[in-house]
């Protein structure tokens, strides 16, 4: 069986290989070996339905689906939590009343996930999926608790660092974004082919929360902070709310 | 000025992204609904079963729908916008209608996304509708890489396989602003 060590190695072979996005082609997380396209993506000047994102609104969402820490009948265990921060378009601009979806494992490690077989305690109290819209501002907040790391089969004695998975839209189609938000200061960052298929390391940096004395409440939750740059929107800021027709 | 990298929406994300009737954008008893299918298969034929495909498109008449409601469906309103993952085979389908050109005169497509565990970042391709239209990029591709992208119409829909590598590799899209 391939060990860490052997994952380390191939990881510090294709350091900084591959710009500020993660490598397609990455073979130390093995699931991407065969499952990544081996032609260059193909350069088009988006148009039609691919300069506009999909709208949702408060219909679509309860005010509660951004807390899950009170989704059951009691409170989760584990480190109560607050993400916060602001979604950005690659001009700086905020991206507003747009979706964001976020899931986790809980506080050991766990996903509520029928495919889970890691071995820890589930927690009747946490489920580990939210929503939220962002505010006027480009803002989202989410009230939750530290995930856990966890062991997968990528290699022996394989740990995934603790992370949230972020789900996000922005203005136009082609900012369409799915990534993970990890914890400042985590030692697995190292030894984690996911998190190094970003093979730029200011670029993974961007993926680590800020630890925010601001957002933390007194007796009650630690704040992080966590800002999101998309990339930039094909329509000017010129053009109006409503598609042309 | 820089953005944030993606990351794999991993093995659990029937967790947090699947909604009830995410792959309806109609309803499949609607008079004009399409079903839009086929399977995700990776570099050695398999069907992958956990894939998830975003679907985003114009109606039937060209327009880019602004109407929010996709997550909460009604029955009734045409958000343009949904959500499928693959079964145990590879198998996506959605409901819909069929989109029309948003520019007159252009070739109507829907515009894709495709998550899955080893894929480490989302990939974006389009569904053209069998046609004649000029296309600025399926005029400029090799016939067989052009054959990827043009949906096989069924008696009852439209059948569109992603092969993610391999032989008939889709072709996947970049954008300009997603320039390194």
């Not at chain 1, 939210?130 to 022996?156: E, M, S």
Request: proline share 9%.
């Amino acid at each position: 069986m391939t060990t860490q060590a052997d994952i380390n190695r191939e990881i510090d072979d294709l350091r900084g290989s591959g710009g500020p996005q993660p490598r397609r082609d990455y073979p130390p997380y093995r699931s991407s070996v065969l499952r990544h396209p081996t032609r260059d993506l193909r350069m088009v000047d988006p148009e039609g339905v691919e300069l506009w994102a999909p709208c949702f609104g408060a219909a679509d969402i309860d005010d509660a689906e951004a807390d899950l820490t009170v989704q059951r009948s009691g409170e989760p265990l584990g480190e109560r939590i607050v993400v916060s921060g602001r979604v950005l378009d690659g001009d700086g601009r905020p991206v507003r009343h747009q979706l964001v979806e976020i899931w986790q494992a809980n506080a050991s490690g766990r996903y509520w996930h029928q495919r889970d077989q890691h071995p820890a305690p589930l927690d009747p109290n946490f489920i580990g999926a939210g929503r939220c819209l962002t505010d006027g501002d480009g803002v989202y907040t989410f009230q939750t608790i530290k995930p856990g790391a966890y062991p997968w089969r990528n290699h022996d004695n394989a740990w995934r660092p603790a992370h949230i998975h972020f789900s996000l839209f922005g203005t136009d189609f082609t900012q369409r974004l799915v990534t993970q938000m990890y914890f400042p200061g985590d030692p697995l960052f190292e030894l984690d082919p996911i998190y190094q298929s970003i093979t730029d390391a200011k670029a993974r940096e961007m993926l680590v929360a800020s630890y925010d004395h601001g957002l933390t409440t007194p007796e009650h939750r630690l704040g992080y902070r966590w800002d999101i740059v998309l990339s930039g929107t094909h329509r000017t800021p010129l053009d109006t709310e409503e598609p042309l027709r | 000025m820089t953005f944030a990298p993606g990351q794999t929406v991993g093995p659990f994300f029937h967790l947090g992204l699947p909604f009830e009737a995410g792959n309806l954008l109609v309803p499949a008893s609607h008079p004009d609904a399409v079903r839009l299918h086929g399977r995700v298969v990776d570099g050695e034929g398999a069907g992958v079963p956990d894939a998830l495909i975003e679907l985003w498109q114009a109606d039937p008449s060209g327009r880019v729908p602004r109407e929010t409601g996709s997550i909460r469906r009604d029955g009734f309103t045409f958000t343009g916008w949904g959500r499928a993952q693959t079964d145990g085979d590879g198998h996506y389908w959605f409901a819909t209608l069929t989109p029309g050109p948003v520019e007159s005169g252009r070739r109507p497509f829907f515009a894709v996304t495709v998550f899955a565990r080893g894929l480490t970042d989302r990939l974006f391709t389009r569904i053209y509708l069998p046609g004649d239209e000029p296309d600025g990029l399926l005029d400029g591709l090799e016939p067989d890489r052009r054959a990827t992208l043009i949906a096989t119409r069924e008696p009852r829909g439209l059948l569109f396989d992603i092969h993610l590598q391999g032989e008939g590799e889709t072709v996947f899209l970049s954008y300009p602003r997603q320039a390194r």
